[in-house]
T-cell receptor, first 116, second 116 residues
C-alpha cells in the first residue's frame, strides 16, 4: 500500500478541458513533488513545494499550474493541454526539504493522463 | 553537469539466480546520495536501496546490495535469489544540489525480466 495517494488513477481529457490531479500524504512530510513520466522513460521533475511554498519550477509550461493548499495536499491544475502532455504524472513526498538517504522520495501510484 | 548512465536497456535472469545492474554517474561533488528505485507494472516507484557517498560500506537491503566504487563513480545493484516479483524497470538516481533545494537525476532505466 502506498502512503502517497493520487487521484484519479486514470484521466482522459480534451484539449479545451480543465481538470485537476490530486495528491495526498499523511506522513507529516514537508516537501512534495510533481513528476512527469513518459512510457519507458525516467521521471522528469516538474515542481517542488517545500513547507507549502513553491521552491523549484523546472520551466514547466503555464498550462500546468501547481497548488499546495496545506502540508498534506498537492494539486496539479491542467488547462489547454496538448496531446504530447499525455503521460504518467507521479506525485512524491519527502520528510524534509532536502532529499537525503534519511529523507528519500516516497512516490504515489500516479495518474495516467490521456489528452485527446 | 551531473549525469547518470545505465548502459543496459534490458536484462533477463532466471528465478533464484543473481543479476547485477550497472550504473555510472558523473559529478564533481565530494558528498552526495545515490538511490535505486524499481517501478513494476503497477507503476509505483519503490525505493530499493540508498547510499551515502562518504560511507565506504556498501548498502544492503535483504536480497539487494550495491557495489559502490566512488573513485570509478560506479553504483551497481546486485539482486540475489531473483524472484518473479522483481520484474520491473530499475532506475539509478543521483541527488543533485540546486540553489533552492535538491533533486533526483534519474538514469534511463533498465528493464529486468525474471523468468521462471
Amino acid at each position: 500500500d502506498t502512503e502517497v495517494t493520487q487521484t484519479p488513477k486514470h484521466l482522459v481529457m480534451g484539449m479545451t478541458n480543465k481538470k485537476s490531479l490530486k495528491c495526498e500524504q499523511h506522513m507529516g512530510h514537508r516537501a512534495m513533488y510533481w513528476y512527469k513520466q513518459k512510457a519507458k522513460k525516467p521521471p522528469e521533475l516538474m515542481f517542488v513545494y517545500s513547507y507549502e511554498k513553491l521552491s523549484i519550477n523546472e520551466s514547466v509550461p503555464s498550462r500546468f499550474s501547481p497548488e499546495c493548499p496545506n502540508s498534506s495536499l498537492l494539486n496539479l491544475h491542467l488547462h489547454a493541454l496538448q496531446p504530447e502532455d499525455s503521460a504518467l504524472y507521479l506525485c512524491a513526498s519527502s520528510q524534509g526539504p532536502q532529499i537525503t538517504v534519511h529523507s528519500p522520495l516516497h512516490f504515489g501510484n500516479g495518474t495516467r493522463l490521456t489528452v485527446t | 553537469a551531473q549525469t547518470v548512465t545505465q548502459s543496459q536497456p534490458e536484462m533477463s535472469v532466471q528465478e533464484a539466480e543473481t543479476v547485477t545492474l550497472s550504473c555510472t554517474y558523473d559529478t564533481s561533488e565530494s558528498n552526495y546520495y545515490l538511490f535505486w528505485y524499481k517501478q513494476p507494472p503497477s507503476r509505483q516507484m519503490i525505493l530499493v536501496i540508498r547510499q551515502e557517498a562518504y560511507k565506504q560500506q556498501n548498502a544492503t537491503e535483504n536480497r539487494f546490495s550495491v557495489n559502490f566504487q566512488k573513485a570509478a563513480k560506479s553504483f551497481s545493484l546486485k539482486i540475489s535469489d531473483s524472484q518473479l516479483g522483481d520484474t520491473a524497470m530499475y532506475f539509478c538516481a543521483f541527488m543533485k544540489l540546486m540553489e533552492y533545494g535538491n533533486k533526483l537525476v534519474f538514469g534511463a532505466g533498465t528493464i529486468l525480466r525474471v523468468k521462471s
